[in-house]
């Protein structure tokens, strides 16, 4: 397979790499802990659209059983091709893990803008350099 | 009977965290937590007997048979970890620490217990389980938690290691998440047996080497592999002591046993060591730490920052057990992940009972502490032994072991490296030690008023430096379950 080729064929992984490389470029970049809390949400982000991608099949629907009176609990003797509803599924809970995880974060930041008065882990250090 | 019950390791301690929070009172949620946790501890150890000499037992949660549902599945392996993870838990319990923690207000202690509670169910259950993603839910449990509880201690600087070791510990969580994810791509399914079961892994299948290199990573994040440890020695030196003990003593361990399960049973010792050859990276980085910890440690001028270098330190020992993919080398892995846990645990709570009659554990305040508190002190000497691995303890029989199964292998240079790196344990063992028994206190700060710490706090730190001269002994118990651990997982079974 070409490079041009591995590449639009597999588009929405690269995507997903960049997406997941700035997330992890901003938490080791950026001082300000809130930001890298957003960093750790875009890393977290991009980790969940992977499973999603993973999820698709060509030309598949909603995997949702469509409501037929004529055949009860059926669909209608014809094919539907649905897409695989697991790993969406396992991203609800990954997206509970995220929100909890954020939140913890956060309330961390404001523990730590209370006792530090700063939300700059540059400053904090700092700080804790000086009253040592 | 017994399928039926070894659910209840993670329902229990699951179920108790909410009744606690609804209790609202401190004392009686210490003593409710020490009970479910009691209860925990007896049946892991009954699960431990039941599979002891090759038995499975496995549970399937809402009656959906596996693959499709989920499976709780023990074996000796998991059952060794268990019963581990129950017994520390029960006597970092029922150290009494006089009030809990320093930061949280009187109305609010109930919850403490609550969050500890969640934090061994999500242990339990990263051990228990048979499904990969489930393995995933639970690892974000023990871990949510143990930032909150790492958080509590007493200095400012406790909430910013919390913080840190909250980032460390996500950017792990999710490359194991995408590792599994990588993997349920492969094969299709997330049965942790029918993943082993369907995956033929080889070097040109990119996915499956990037899957195990994604969960290699993120659980070595979590085990605190040099030099992916950067997150230990902050949260282990300002947690509280009592946190500090059961961190140390469980939440790396049952890292190393997912480790351990990822590499022999899902990819393979042929795969792992013969076609990737992941020794090359895994044997230098373990004597790295061994040697880089170990040093850190000696100019370490807090005692429990000390301690926790040499943690990462003791993790190099258990890694280098499984970089040699034998019999004997992983049961020394295997065996040290339980004698670290007695030998650090004990040492973290003599942390703990200086720190609440001394006020501090600065290298410098410890000065003729041993005359004042000889228990503790006594305790602190034997569980260091332990550490430098004197024979009659704990820490010689895991060395004992480990060097045999390097020797097997072939690697003299390795075995003698871990005799050499011994030497920088007694260095700073034996730097402690001669503060505590052989330098005059400082005049500005007399330490007349100095006691010996109260039995409540005593007791356990005893169990713990009785256990690690017991087990230095009698290896049956210890070293006879890891060998089978050892056994089974190099044939791929869990």
């Known amino acids: 397979m070409s490079s041009v080729q591995s590449f639009s064929g597999l588009w929405a992984y690269w995507l997903i790499i960049a997406l997941m490389m700035v997330g992890l470029y901003i938490v080791i970049a950026r001082d300000n802990l809130i930001k890298k809390v957003m960093g750790l949400n875009i890393f977290q982000a991009a980790a969940i659209l992977f499973y999603v991608t993973m999820a698709k099949v060509t030309g598949g629907t909603a995997p949702i059983v469509p409501h037929d009176p004529a055949h009860p609990g059926g669909h209608g003797g014809h094919e539907i091709l649905y897409s695989n509803p697991l790993p969406h599924v396992l991203m609800l809970t990954a997206i509970v893990v995220g929100v909890a995880t954020t939140a913890l974060a956060l309330a961390l930041a404001v523990r730590i803008h209370g006792d530090y008065r700063t939300a700059e882990e540059d400053e904090a250090v700092a700080y804790d350099m000086d009253h040592s | ?494």
């Open chain 2, 1 to 494: 009977m017994i399928e039926k019950i070894v659910v209840l390791e993670v329902v229990l301690p699951l179920l108790a965290a909410p009744v606690c929070v609804l209790v609202r009172h401190p004392r009686l949620c210490r003593l409710f937590s020490l009970g479910v946790v009691a209860l925990c501890f007896a049946i892991a150890v009954a699960v431990l007997l039941e599979v002891r000499g090759g038995g499975v037992i496995s549970y399937q949660l809402g009656g959906w048979p596996p693959p499709l549902g989920i499976e709780h599945r023990v074996s000796t392996v998991n059952a060794y970890l268990l019963a581990l993870v129950t017994a520390m838990a029960l006597v970092v319990l029922s150290f009494d620490s006089r009030g809990g923690p320093p930061r949280v207000p009187e109305q609010r202690k109930h919850l403490y217990y609550a969050v500890f509670l969640l934090c061994i169910s999500g242990l339990l259950g990263m051990t228990i389980t048979g499904d990969a993603f489930n393995i995933f839910v639970f690892l974000e449990i023990s871990s949510l938690s143990s930032y909150i509880l790492v958080s509590l201690g007493g200095h400012r600087r406790a909430v910013l290691s919390a913080f840190y070791y909250l980032v460390m510990g996500t950017i792990g969580g999710v490359f194991f998440m995408l590792g599994v994810g990588l993997l349920y791509q492969v094969t299709g399914t997330l049965n942790l047996r029918d993943i082993a079961v369907r995956l033929e892994p080889s070097l040109d299948d990119r996915g499956t080497v990037l899957a195990l290199a994604l969960l290699v990573v993120g659980i070595s994040i979590k085990l605190a592999v040099f030099p992916l440890h950067h997150w230990l020695p902050n949260a282990y030196s300002f947690a509280p002591p009592k946190v500090s003990a059961f961190l140390a003593a469980t939440a790396t361990k049952v890292s190393f046993y997912l480790l351990a399960m990822i590499l022999f049973t899902i990819f393979g010792a042929p795969f792992v060591f013969e076609e990737l050859r992941l020794q090359a990276v895994l044997l230098p980085l373990s004597i790295l730490a061994m040697f880089l910890a170990s040093g850190a440690a000696i100019f370490q001028t807090d005692l429990r920052r000390l301690l926790a270098y040499s943690s990462v330190a003791q993790i190099g020992y258990m890694t280098l057990g499984l970089s040699t993919a034998n019999a004997t080398g992983l049961a020394g892995g295997l065996v040290h992940l339980f004698n670290h846990a007695v030998m650090k645990g004990g040492l973290f709570l003599v942390v703990a009972c200086l720190l609440y009659r001394v006020g501090s554990v600065h290298i410098d305040a410890l000065a003729g502490i041993g005359r004042r508190m000889p228990l503790t002190s006594a305790a602190l000497v034997i569980a260091g032994l332990s550490l430098i691995g004197v024979p009659g303890t704990v820490g010689f029989v895991s060395k004992w072991y480990l060097v045999s199964g390097v020797l097997e292998r072939g690697w003299t240079a390795a075995a003698v490296l871990i005799l050499l790196s011994s030497l920088l344990a007694l260095v700073y063992v034996g730097k402690v030690v001669e503060v505590v028994y052989f330098r005059k206190p400082p005049e500005t700060q007399p330490i007349d008023h100095v006691r010996e710490a109260p039995f409540g706090m005593l007791a356990p730190t005893w169990v713990l430096a009785a256990a690690a001269v017991f087990f230095g002994l009698t290896t049956n118990w210890t070293y006879g379950v890891a060998r089978e651990a050892a056994e089974l997982l190099l044939a791929g079974g869990i």
